[in-house]
């Protein structure tokens, strides 16, 4: 093992894989600096250049990126009182107050020392929990395989957003237009000209259905105005500080941790949560709202800590718990690493280098924290006029470097025109992209337990780890029952 970890270090210690991290924090900062920019966008959009990367150096960049993206949201949040993402919006409750006291740079420190440390145990934690969970996943047949698909299109109900129905009805469309081509045995569904026959690329799908609806939404429902940046004003931040905010930081990174792994939970809950537990239990808790370092220390240690624990359930079995995870699914599979068991089985060196380079990319995030921090107020005052045309130009040079075909820009743009209106309709698109993404893997392994057991259903039940998964089915279904009758009984109260 120890082995494999020195030569999985050497691996990853080459110019492109440092540069590649490097330029995937840099990047993340910025776009996550930029309100309307998500980290799902930044990943999205560097999708397409890492076709010509090698697989281990094109996930760094995606997981770098997104790292600096979750930091970067912190930014805008202070400066401008807008959060470049939903999960920094907690950060605003004490960034903005103290920006308006003059010290807008040290609750930038703030959050990125305790952005780091987050994001450093969750790192920890998918090392020593991932492997373990996968070894014990080893052991499933094509019945098994099919449960765990079945578990993880459950996920979809964790990541429908205010609407059960919509994300339903929004996975039964990602499962229809996943059916488009060749099947296992060769027949061919719903394939119309002959680019079709090979189904459609994951890339321009996941770009045009995440990429382009919010390009269109900037450029549609622009208001024409743009908060003014805060100045630094004292950015010192001290020792005693840190120490003294050190409890919150600690706790609000294993917070992040547990909720991250739980699918459908996310850093944003992880935030709130954690800025609650930090508010109820600190000696200064009639400051929070008005300035309090340690509200920062809180909610950002929280959302960094899910960054590396949001991983486990998509490494160890494949899972996406969260939409930026569910985008990273389609970047192992189009990189030919198939998250799950078997990666631990098969890739072991490049899953060693992959999380080497998550540790390493938690240091490099503090040092590109501490050199740019001076232009953080310029990147939130990008105008958005300049991004559109930019991000728009990316995108489509982008589909087309990766295979030169005009008929994956033709998917890019009407899936782009799909996702605004989906957005529109208040339908959401994870749900979709992961039944997109799962589907084939659902259908050939249903065909193929079948064919083995020779149509007898009973092969779905023999084994404790179906059994296994059965139970967390139900367990995950009853759960949503609750939650909507919850909802339900909270929308009556409130009429």
């Known amino acids: ?100 006291q003059g010290k807008a740079g040290k609750a930038l420190n703030m959050a990125l020392v305790s952005s780091c440390i987050g994001d450093f145990i969750s790192n920890i934690s998918l090392i020593f929990l991932a492997a373990p969970l996968a070894l014990l996943a080893l052991r499933v047949g094509p019945a098994e395989y099919f449960m765990l698909m079945a578990f993880a299109l459950c996920m979809v109900a964790s990541i429908s957003g205010n609407s059960l129905l919509m994300g ?19 027949s061919f569904r719903f394939a119309m000209t002959e680019d079709m026959k ?50 919150s930081i600690i706790r609000g990174s294993f917070i992040g941790v547990v909720l991250g792994a739980i699918p459908g939970i996310g850093p944003s809950a992880a935030a709130f949560f954690s800025y609650g537990e930090a508010r109820r239990s600190s000696p200064n808790r009639d400051n929070f709202g008005k300035g309090e370092l340690e509200g920062i220390a809180a909610s950002e240690s929280a959302n960094n800590g899910c960054c590396g624990s949001t991983m486990i359930p998509l490494l160890a079995l494949g899972v996406p718990g969260d939409v930026i995870t569910g985008v990273m699914l389609g970047a192992f599979m189009i990189q030919g690493l198939t998250p799950g068991p078997l990666l631990f089985q098969n890739n072991l060196n490049e899953v060693y280098m992959l999380f080497i380079g998550m540790m390493f990319s938690s240091v490099l995030l503090f040092i590109a924290g501490k050199l740019t921090v001076r232009y953080f107020s310029r990147i939130a005052a990008i105008p958005q006029v300049i991004l559109g045309p930019v991000v728009l130009m990316l995108c489509i040079y982008g589909i087309y470097a990766i295979s030169s075909n005009t008929f994956d820009v033709t998917v890019l743009l009407i899936m782009g025109g799909v996702g605004f209106v989906m957005m529109l ?5 994870a749900p979709f992209l992961i039944a997109f993404i799962l589907g084939p893997m659902f259908e050939d392994n249903l065909r193929r337990a079948l064919a083995i057991s020779r149509g007898d259903l009973s092969i779905f039940f023999q084994s404790p780890i179906s059994w296994l998964f059965v139970c967390l089915i139900v367990f995950f279904l009853a759960l949503t029952v609750r939650w909507e009758l919850q909802k339900l009984r909270q929308k009556r109260a409130e009429s």
């Not at 150096?57 to 600096?68: E, F, P």
């Not at 470049?84 to 960034?95: E, R, V, Y």
């Not at 009805?169 to 060749?182: F, K, P």
């Open 1 to 100: 093992m120890w082995n494999d970890i020195l030569i999985a270090v050497s691996s990853v210690a080459t110019f492109a894989n440092v540069l590649a991290m490097c330029a995937g924090i840099l990047a993340g900062v910025v776009i996550g600096a930029i309100p309307g920019m998500t980290g799902t966008m930044a990943v999205t959009l560097a999708l397409p250049f890492t076709f010509y990367m090698q697989p281990v150096t094109s996930i760094l960049l995606l997981v770098a990126l997104y790292k600096g993206s979750t930091y970067g949201a912190s930014i805008s949040a202070i400066l401008i009182k807008t959060p470049g993402t939903a999960s920094a919006a907690c950060t605003i409750l004490d960034g903005w107050p103290l920006a308006q």
């Open 168 to 186: 339903i009805i929004s996975a039964c469309l990602g499962l229809l237009l996943a059916t488009v081509g060749e099947d296992i045995y060769g």
């Open 198 to 247: 090979g189904g459609l690329s994951i890339a321009p799908v996941l770009i045009g259905l995440f990429a382009l609806p919010e390009l269109i939404r900037l450029i549609v429902f622009r208001d024409g105005q743009q908060g003014m940046a805060m100045k630094l004003g004292d950015n010192h931040l001290t020792l005693a500080e840190v120490r003294r905010v050190f409890k």
């Open 425 to 429: 309709l208040e339908i959401p698109a």
